[in-house]
């Protein structure tokens, strides 16, 4: 559960570009590779079998997967599990 919040923290600082009160028109547009890359640097640092991250913005809406849903499964972390 901690690990998860610390994603979500980390992934939500590295999205931010001017903090908390930035307005939509402040916010640099969303590189999905980008935001793969930064979720996946992630959640091997923090040593996680998956991570699934869902980032809304006034541009639209990015989901993120990685890894498996288990330690040492093959079933790929989705919206849907």
Do not use: D, H
């Amino acid at each position: 559960m901690m690990t998860s919040r610390i994603l979500a923290i980390v992934v939500a600082a590295a999205c931010s570009v001017g903090g908390m009160a930035a307005s939509a028109t402040n916010l640099k547009p969303i590189e999905p590779l980008a935001l793969q890359n930064v979720v996946e640097t992630t959640a091997r640092e923090l040593l996680l079998p998956g991570a699934m991250v869902l980032l809304r913005t006034p541009q639209g809406q990015f989901a993120v997967g990685y890894g498996a849903t288990e330690l040492g499964g093959t079933i790929p972390s989705t919206m849907s599990r």
